[in-house]
């Protein structure tokens, strides 16, 4: 016999496996395609960051607009960072000391300095859209054939969900040539599947900035 209880969403708690370490920075700007030159930063500081299953990076994106500004799109543009703006790293709880070595370093982001600060963590969200601004796609693969590898990733974690969407592709410099990311959004997720893809991400290249999902930001 195969019985699964529902979950009561209502008393659910987030465990805390994997949490968001916020710090706080001084980092008037980055160039707008800053996944390689950030990763590499924070390797060098935490050797141990690339090795850690999951360990991820949330790539700095700033704000939309505002005061008749508007966010560049062009990898080689300069982003300008509000002092709200955090550095973000996805961590298992048993990392949560280690990583705590940034408090204090100053990073050189391809000649712009990144002062960190002090920390918070957070818990995974329990929204149950998500979305992810750059997942990994194959070299040549079209929308369709993305969908479809996504959804086979989001089977093969065993998530239940209702809606994928891909959207707008991103092109990022590497040492070994430009790589190709698409948006996805993930809908009616149960809320332990949401913490469970929150965890687990999509794809390769979760610690350099790639396949993390976040609180879709319409909800």
């Not at 050797?47 to 700033?62: K, M």
């Not at 959207?167 to 040492?175: I, L, N, Q, V, Y």
């Not at 430009?178 to 996805?184: E, F, G, I, K, R």
Request: glycine share 8%.
């Amino acid at each position: 016999m195969f019985w699964q209880e529902d979950i009561d969403e209502e008393h659910y708690v987030v465990p805390e496996n994997v949490v968001d370490l916020i710090f706080r920075i001084k980092c008037p700007t980055l160039p707008v395609d800053h996944a390689w030159p950030l990763s590499e930063a924070i390797q060098a500081a935490l050797p141990w960051f690339s090795e850690e299953q999951q360990s991820g990076l949330h790539l700095i994106y700033g704000a939309d607009s505002g005061n008749g500004w508007e966010r560049p799109s062009e990898g080689e543009e300069t982003l300008y960072l509000s002092r709200r703006t955090p550095l973000i790293l996805r961590l298992p709880n048993e990392r949560l000391d280690d990583a705590s070595a940034l408090t204090g370093v100053t990073l050189d982001i391809a000649g712009n300095p990144m002062q960190i600060g002090e920390s918070h963590t957070r818990r995974l969200s329990m929204t149950t859209t998500l979305y992810c601004r750059h997942v990994v796609a194959e070299a040549g693969q079209d929308e369709d054939a993305f969908l479809q590898s996504s959804v086979a990733s989001l089977q093969a974690l065993n998530l239940r969900f209702k809606k994928v969407l891909c959207g707008k592709g991103t092109t990022f410099s590497t040492p070994e040539g430009p790589l190709t990311t698409l948006s996805l959004m993930v809908a009616g997720l149960s809320v332990d599947d949401a913490v469970t893809l929150q965890e687990h991400g999509m794809g390769p290249l979760r610690n350099r900035g790639f396949g993390l999902f976040v609180p879709h930001k319409t909800v």
